[in-house]
């Protein structure tokens, strides 16, 4: 089941096209790896399947909605419970703890405190950082930053996981780690996984390879889905990074 389609997109800002007669499915479940070269418009696609940015022209769908069609607050609240988000850089609010890092997007939901407290230290156990939680950004690791990234991410049960360079500010083996959570978060919970990624680390999770390059976008599949033994990688993500 495609759980995104765009249908002709383009995009353009002003004069500038930077991709057009864009068609894309994406299956639920999917690891799906972005590549392209700096300013070829990864990011760019990325932002487009996450609701960031707006296309051109052309039709997006997402689970089964065409989210051209919803209203302002309609979109807001739908891209915030359908997809999670993380940003290049280990993107946290450097004044809030890692807890609250974690907690601010069900803060903006409407989401309960004590269900936001409840369901953040389940992240934050899953993820192996629970002993990090009232520490500042910046005094914790930059692979346990990236984690809290991801349990914000996951706080609103997301079906769609997009990251842009998740890896890029590790060293290699937290960058491994981190690909390998994600797809462990793959399997376990069903979320579809899209990494706009200039890394050759991360093709080999990848189900489905997009490749951005001189206004166009083309997919291919892999034939091979990615797994792995769960008990590793939970022995890896308990790891002190």
């Known amino acids: ?32 790896v972005l590549r392209g070269e700096s300013g070829a418009g990864k990011s760019t696609l990325l932002n487009l399947i996450g609701g960031l940015e ?24 739908f891209y915030r419970h359908e997809i999670g988000i993380i940003f290049q850089g ?6 809030f703890s890692l807890f609250e890092n974690i907690t601010l997007p069900g803060v903006f939901a409407g989401m309960p405190e004590a269900e936001r407290k409840t369901k953040a230290e389940q992240l934050a ?22 984690r809290a990234c991801i349990a914000r991410a996951l706080l609103l049960n997301p079906k769609i996981i997009l990251a842009d360079e998740p890896t890029s500010n590790l060293d290699e083996e937290n960058a491994k780690t981190v690909l390998e959570i994600l797809n462990y978060i793959r399997q376990q919970m069903g979320i579809t996984i899209i990494i706009a990624s200039h890394s050759r680390d991360v093709l080999e999770f990848a189900a489905q390879v997009v490749t951005v390059r001189g206004g166009t976008v083309t997919s291919e599949l892999t ?4 797994t792995q033994d769960s008990q590793r990688v939970e022995n890896d993500i308990q790891r002190a990074v």
Do not use: C, H, W
């Not at 280990?90 to 004044?95: D, E, I």
């Not at 950082?129 to 346990?144: A, Y």
């Not at 034939?223 to 990615?226: F, G, K, V, Y």
């Open 1 to 32: 089941m495609d759980i995104i389609q765009l249908r002709n997109i383009k995009k353009q800002y002003g004069e500038k096209v930077i991709f057009q007669d864009v068609n894309l499915n994406i299956s639920a479940g999917f690891f799906v």
């Open 54 to 77: 707006t296309s051109t022209s052309g039709e997006i769908v997402v689970d089964g909605k065409n989210v051209g069609s919803l209203t302002g607050k309609e979109r807001t609240n």
């Open 90 to 95: 280990s993107y946290l609010q450097p004044q």
């Open 125 to 146: 156990g899953m993820l192996g950082i629970t002993e990090n939680l009232k520490f500042l950004p910046k005094e914790v690791s930059g692979g346990q930053a990236e």
């Open 223 to 226: 034939n091979t889905i990615a």
